[in-house]
């Protein structure tokens, strides 16, 4: 039996767009969703009752860190990732390449995996294909992904195209591996850079091995965003329209919208928490740096159209002064808004896919956030 099955509600008839569930081993979650990040077992500056008062229905964490510190047998022991964070909804862990590729100055790549350094203490390790499925199978999140390799942007044809095949290699040694497909669905990650061919071969590869889902990579790495939306409109039409497909490390208000425009149906990104954490907030009429001398004497909320906890209470001239003053409240109220900002976003982008409406309600969102079209 299948770990998770993917259920197609509605489609909007304006853009295209798809309303769906997903339906896992500890929940169900609908789609288009924005997933908060928890990199360490735990979202920053958040308790996991406080995710639930948001509606956070799933959670990312990250394979690389959990490895790292505290070690994967020690969560295990504790009873999976599940029990360890006293979180009772869905998890979902990437295999760790991000952060393999992004946080060692030294590595060096080869068929059988990557030699790196842990970016904590300097320690020597190799990092597999096999090691990422048994870490995350340790870890017992509902939905894990294979091992790639993230290539920098931007990078020339050929060695893109090499990059992309040992990606399929990894991901069928992956597969391979994975002990756990009734409990734990293991998705396929495109690769493939800026190039449309390699886009399609990448994503038809993997199809080919029949994944339970389809995760899209190393896009929103300092390309044009025009150049994310092209890539994403020649690959997503080679995806199973019954499976789910998740744009990796995507969370920008705009790029959420056109994902789903796009017909991508799971986002997660650390720009709510880090953007919270620097004090800067998403609102209704566009983003604000709520540090900044001009609301000192501010006493209306950070958004006066969100019903969150940190709205409904506080006024910009508290938050600012909590920040300035390095009081950590300060930044668990921005983390706290910027969340459930995101959250009810994509509440209210499936309400205009069932609605038909979806392409109205973007340009109607630009316009008060200020984005040009």
């Known amino acids: 039996m299948a770990a998770i099955r993917y259920e197609l509600k509605k489609k909007c008839k304006q853009t295209g767009a798809r309303l769906g569930v997903v339906h896992t081993p500890h929940g169900s979650f609908e789609t288009p969703v924005f997933m908060p990040v928890g990199t360490q077992a735990t979202v920053k500056?958040?308790?996991?009752?406080?995710?639930?008062?948001?509606?956070?229905?799933?959670?990312?964490?990250?394979?690389?860190?959990?490895?790292?510190?505290?070690?994967?047998?020690?969560?295990?022991?504790?009873?999976?990732?599940?029990?360890?964070?006293?979180w009772d909804r869905p998890i979902l862990t990437d295999s760790g390449g991000f952060q393999v590729f992004s946080l060692s100055d030294l590595r060096n790549i080869g068929e059988e995996g990557v030699v790196f350094r842990s970016h904590i203490d300097g320690s020597k390790h190799l990092f597999t294909p096999e090691l990422a499925i048994e870490i995350q199978n340790d870890l017992g999140s509902d939905i894990i992904m294979?091992?790639?390799?993230?290539?920098?942007?931007?990078?020339d044809y050929d060695y893109t195209?090499?990059?992309?095949?040992?990606?399929?290699?990894w991901a069928l040694r992956c597969k391979q591996a994975h002990a756990n497909t009734d409990k734990q669905a293991l998705f396929g990650i495109v690769q493939g850079g800026m190039y449309p061919d390699l886009r399609q071969q990448s994503a038809k590869?993997?199809?080919?091995?029949?994944?339970?889902?389809?995760?899209?990579?190393?896009?929103?790495?300092?390309?044009?965003?025009?150049?994310?939306?092209?890539?994403?409109?020649?690959?997503?039409?080679?995806?199973?329209?019954?499976?789910?497909?998740?744009?990796?490390?995507?969370?920008?208000?705009d790029y959420l919208i056109e994902g789903a425009?796009?017909?991508?149906?799971?986002?997660?990104?650390?720009?709510?928490?880090?953007?919270?954490?620097?004090?800067?907030?998403?609102?209704?009429?566009?983003?604000?740096?709520?540090?900044?001398?001009?609301?000192?004497?501010?006493?209306?909320p950070m958004d006066p159209d969100c019903d969150c906890y940190a709205c409904k209470n506080f006024s910009r001239a508290y938050i600012r002064h909590l920040l300035k003053a390095q009081e950590v409240l300060g930044i668990r109220l921005t983390?706290?808004?910027?969340?459930?900002?995101?959250?009810?976003?994509?509440?209210?982008?499936?309400?205009a896919i069932m609605d038909d409406r979806l392409g109205d309600f973007r340009n109607e969102f630009f316009s008060n956030y200020g984005y040009t079209s």
Request: net charge positive.
């Open 45 to 86: 500056g958040m308790s996991p009752d406080e995710l639930k008062q948001i509606d956070a229905r799933i959670i990312l964490s990250n394979t690389y860190h959990l490895y790292m510190r505290p070690g994967n047998k020690l969560i295990r022991e504790a009873g999976g990732l599940h029990s360890f964070m006293n």
């Open 146 to 155: 294979s091992f790639d390799e993230c290539i920098p942007y931007p990078a």
């Open 161 to 169: 195209k090499k990059s992309l095949e040992r990606t399929s290699r």
């Open 205 to 253: 590869e993997l199809v080919e091995m029949d994944f339970p889902g389809y995760s899209i990579g190393g896009l929103s790495v300092g390309e044009p965003a025009e150049e994310m939306y092209r890539m994403l409109e020649c690959t997503v039409p080679v995806l199973p329209e019954n499976k789910p497909r998740y744009l990796m490390g995507v969370g920008s208000p």
């Open 261 to 300: 425009i796009r017909g991508i149906d799971m986002f997660d990104c650390v720009l709510p928490t880090r953007n919270g954490r620097n004090g800067t907030v998403m609102t209704s009429r566009g983003r604000i740096i709520v540090r900044d001398a001009k609301y000192a004497r501010d006493f209306s």
């Open 335 to 351: 983390t706290w808004h910027n969340i459930k900002f995101l959250i009810n976003l994509m509440k209210n982008v499936r309400q």
